[in-house]
């Protein structure tokens, strides 16, 4: 006789997410966000995502961290083994192309003053405070 063992696991999903349309490089992005902010992010080892009966993706991503926080800037789209643009990390928000992830103890604290900060780059066209708990894809951000 075998036991069927249930976990009642709920995700945390303690951070803030901000979505951005931007059309330069991601490399150049990331430099604008660390000219505005006086922040240091650094280009670190792509994200492998393995969905299900699927390739494995990659995702370009930007890390700073501060004394209290985790900053990721994260490309929208997802990129194949061979290079090629092959969906979206977040399907829902497929018109915004980086993702800015902030986690940490502080959040609302350390996000202070980041939508003014935004709306004064000539490389942000639009940006927008996204609500975690109204996306289909969330658990695709939990790394």
């Known amino acids: 006789m075998s036991k069927i063992i249930k976990f009642n696991f709920e995700p945390d999903y303690d951070f803030m997410l901000y979505a951005v349309v931007s059309v330069v490089k991601d490399f150049k992005f990331a430099w604008n966000i660390n000219e505005a902010f006086e922040m240091d992010f650094c280009r670190v080892a792509d994200l492998e995502l393995n969905f299900a009966n699927q390739d494995i993706k990659f995702i370009a991503n930007f890390l700073y961290e501060s004394e209290y926080s985790l900053f990721r800037i994260l490309k929208n789209k ?11 990390l977040l399907p829902e ?7 800015i ?3 940490g103890e502080s959040v609302e604290e350390v996000s202070e003053g980041l939508p003014e900060k935004l709306k004064s780059l000539p490389c942000v066209q639009y940006f927008e405070k996204i609500r975690i708990e109204n996306l289909k894809s969330k658990d695709n951000l939990l790394f």
């Open 78 to 88: 997802l990129i194949c083994a061979d290079g090629e643009n092959n969906g979206y």
């Open 93 to 99: 928000l497929r018109k915004f192309d980086y993702l």
């Open 101 to 103: 992830k902030i986690e």
